[in-house]
């Protein structure tokens, strides 16, 4: 069984940058093969998809409104996928989940996730 466990959120001002992280821990073939990624969960809205990136090539795949913003990437060695969000506005608020699946960035993208992580709140406020 993955476990997953973010850091890295907080409170900041629109236009600021923060940096997400995410380290898996559990079987290595679990991450074997698996994408990871990040989702968001804004108050009284549902979950939504914000980025994931493969295992073999570390093919990237964002959220079309968060392209130019929002960067994704990982480290296969420490199994620990990140979350580079520049620019922050009000609306990125949110808790931003770690995900992980077996398979691509856009399997993920598209069916969601088998493992979640507990959540880190992002908040952004002036």
């Known amino acids: 069984q993955a476990q997953l466990l973010e850091s890295g959120g907080g409170l900041v001002q629109p236009g600021d940058s923060l940096r997400l992280s995410c380290v898996g821990s559990g079987p290595d073939f679990t991450f074997n093969n698996a994408a990871m990624g990040w989702f968001r969960q804004a108050p009284g809205k549902e979950r939504e998809f914000v980025a994931a990136i493969g295992w073999i090539d570390s093919s990237a795949y964002i959220a079309d409104s968060l392209k130019g913003r929002f960067t994704i990437s990982r480290d296969n060695l420490k199994n620990t996928v990140y979350l580079q969000m520049n620019n922050l506005k009000v609306e990125d608020t949110a808790v931003y989940y770690c995900?992980?699946?077996?398979?691509?960035?856009?399997?993920?993208?598209?069916?969601?996730?088998?493992?979640w992580g507990q959540g880190t709140q992002v908040t952004v406020s002036s």
């Open positions: 995900a992980l699946r077996a398979g691509s960035s856009w399997n993920m993208a598209k069916y969601g996730s088998d493992y």
